[in-house]
């Protein structure tokens, strides 16, 4: 088998989810295709749920020990047959015709290594949401489409994982790094397209769907600032001054003033200001992250976002 795409679908742990994800490309219109599932480690009911899966398209790579998501991504790509490789997460899901269009806009390209993603719908318990909410402008740089808002909603510029497809040859050029504990996903847009001959195109269609279930996980538990503070100081070259500060103030500083400590607020805002360039809008998303509570700022948000419509009543969309 010579497959033209292969999916690749890191896991761990989450078979009920993994089958899902699995059938939604199996399902997909475009069939030149192949599935590497990477099993991040040791984990047998995974195993015995693939291999109840008949489907000669199908791959399974078990790995013996953890490499973390990044790392199975990488394993992945390493073993795969197509020439063209999309990204899916274990607990997401595509929609039928994914690949299909994917591929067409990656084969009009005038791009030797484009990059072509696609909206997603957001399904959290209040509602679906559909990201990115707007498309990057004329000449807007990546990096500040990426990290920076121009507006109080979340969502503006994200480019989720599950909706990325590129070339093969791009991410054996580009690797995603293992040594992030998060942030792989920026990371990796950055440095890739500072690589030569490669652009980014954003499809109009939402195409997968990004599941984000409630969370238990306590905010402490769950953040680490100054390990995102150290990524955009050893990223500062990939982004540009805008992008830096709004990073900090808005990224950085969201987690410091979610684990209480003020005794960072000054010196990450004197950060932002001395090396990035800092807009209105990011001076007043961190003020707002300090000393309005985290729960009104969400009941806020989602108010709004029934008032502008960025809440999407999407229920009647089969998979």
């Excluded at 399974?60 to 990044?70: F, N, P, T, V």
């Excluded at 709004?246 to 805002?269: K, M």
């Excluded at 007043?284 to 108010?303: A, Q, S, V």
């Amino acid at each position: 088998m010579n497959p033209v795409v292969s999916a690749i679908i890191p896991t761990r742990n989450r078979p009920e989810v993994l089958i899902r994800a699995v059938n939604s490309v199996l399902g997909q219109t475009y069939q030149d295709l192949e599935v590497i599932v990477v099993v991040d480690g040791p984990d047998e009911p995974t195993l015995k749920a693939l291999h109840q899966i008949d489907d000669s398209r199908l791959r399974i790579i078990a790995l013996s020990a953890s490499l973390g998501g990044a790392g199975a991504r990488n394993a992945g790509v390493e073993s795969a047959q197509g020439v063209w490789i999309a990204f899916l997460d274990d607990d997401d899901e595509w929609f039928p015709t994914k690949i299909e269009l994917q591929l067409a806009a990656a084969e009009q390209s005038t791009s030797g290594l484009p990059i072509i993603a696609c909206p997603v719908i957001a399904r959290r318990p209040q509602g679906d949401f559909i990201y990115p909410r707007r498309h990057p402008k004329p000449s807007e740089p990546l990096s500040e489409y990426l990290l920076a808002r121009n507006s109080l909603s979340f969502g503006e510029g994200l480019l989720q994982t599950s909706g990325i497809f590129t070339k093969r040859e791009l991410l054996e050029k580009v690797p995603f790094r293992t040594d992030l504990r998060k942030h792989q996903d920026w990371d990796w847009l950055l440095r890739a397209t500072n690589s030569q001959d490669v652009e980014v195109k954003i499809l109009e269609q939402p195409l997968a769907i990004w599941h984000r279930p409630k969370q238990n996980k306590s905010i402490s538990s769950t953040l680490d600032w100054s390990h995102s503070l150290k990524w955009i100081q050893e990223s500062r070259n990939l982004v540009s001054p805008r992008a830096y500060a709004a990073f900090v103030l808005v990224e950085v500083g969201a987690q410091a003033a979610a684990q209480g400590l003020w005794t960072e607020f000054l010196p990450l805002l004197w950060q932002a200001v001395r090396i990035g360039r800092p807009q209105p809008i990011d001076f007043f998303l961190y003020f707002g992250m300090w000393f309005i509570p985290r729960d009104t700022r969400h009941l806020y948000r989602w108010l709004r976002g029934k008032k502008t419509g960025d809440t999407q009543n999407i229920g009647s969309v089969q998979i």
